[in-house]
Nanobody
Framework: QVQFVESGGGLVQPGGSLRLSCAAS????????MGWYRQAPGKQRELVAT?????????NYADSVKGRFTISRDNAKNTMYLQMNSLKVEDAGVYYC??????????????WGQGTQVTVSS
């Protein structure tokens, strides 16, 4: 069974930092791209950052997090990270891991993690 499990969320003061992790497991043949999304109460889920899993490791960030967040992936550990610095109250929400992968059996699919809560409050 293919799974993506997030961790690392919690309560942090404005200006603080957190590092989220998304660990992959299961029969994943190839990973094409991964990303972080977040959803605040009463709002739609929005893209935070994405990374391609190839030689370029191209990244893309929402304007609101550019310069503060960094997405990365450790291929050996099958884990993606989101380093979040200078956190703001408006960064709070449930953060979800997203992955575009090829699995066996099943072919190419999109997966979501269960989410991890990030609270930014003084």
């Amino acid at each position: 069974q293919v799974q993506f499990v997030e961790s690392g969320g919690g309560l942090v003061q404005p200006g603080g930092s957190l590092r989220l992790s998304c660990a992959a497991s299961g029969n994943i043949v190839r990973t094409y791209a991964m990303g972080w999304y977040r959803q605040a109460p009463g709002k739609q889920r929005e893209l935070v950052a994405t990374i391609t899993i190839d030689s370029s490791s191209s990244t893309n960030y929402a304007d609101s997090v550019k310069g503060r967040f960094t997405i990365s992936r450790d291929n050996a550990k099958n884990t993606m990270y989101l380093q979040m610095n200078s956190l703001k109250v408006e960064d709070a929400g449930v953060y979800y891991c997203n992955a575009d992968v090829r699995v066996y059996p099943g072919g190419r699919k999109e997966y979501w993690g269960q989410g991890t809560q990030v609270t930014v409050s003084s």
